[in-house]
Nanobody
């Protein structure tokens, strides 16, 4: 059974930092698995925050580029999202996902709440 479990969400002040973690079990993170993070704010559609393929190729939307960094520890089967200079508009539930390239199957975590407020 594949499980993705996020942690690290919290309340933080504007300008602060958080590091989210996603522990993956049931599949092995390797070059054939894309991993990443989406977020969904109240009343808005889910949007891509960051993705990483092959351990080195990363992708970010302009809204977080230069502030967020995605990384993964293949040995530990864990995906991380370092979020710096957080803004109130970053407030959302953050979801970790994994997509197996060969089968196109996707797996999602349950989400972790990030709230940026003074």
């Amino acid at each position: 059974q594949v499980q993705l479990v996020e942690s690290g969400g919290s309340l933080v002040q504007p300008g602060g930092s958080l590091r989210l973690s996603c522990a993956v079990s049931g599949i092995t993170i390797n070059a054939y698995v894309i991993t990443g993070w989406y977020r969904q704010a109240t009343g808005k559609q889910r949007e891509l925050v960051a993705s990483i393929t092959g351990g080195t190729f990363t992708n970010y939307p302009d809204s977080v580029k230069g502030r967020f960094i995605i990384s993964r520890d293949n040995a530990g089967n864990t995906v991380y999202l370092q979020m710096n200079n957080l803004k109130p508009e970053d407030t959302a539930v953050y979801y970790c996902y994994a997509r197996v390239l060969v089968s196109a199957q996707e797996y999602w975590g349950q989400g972790t709440q990030v709230t940026v407020s003074s």
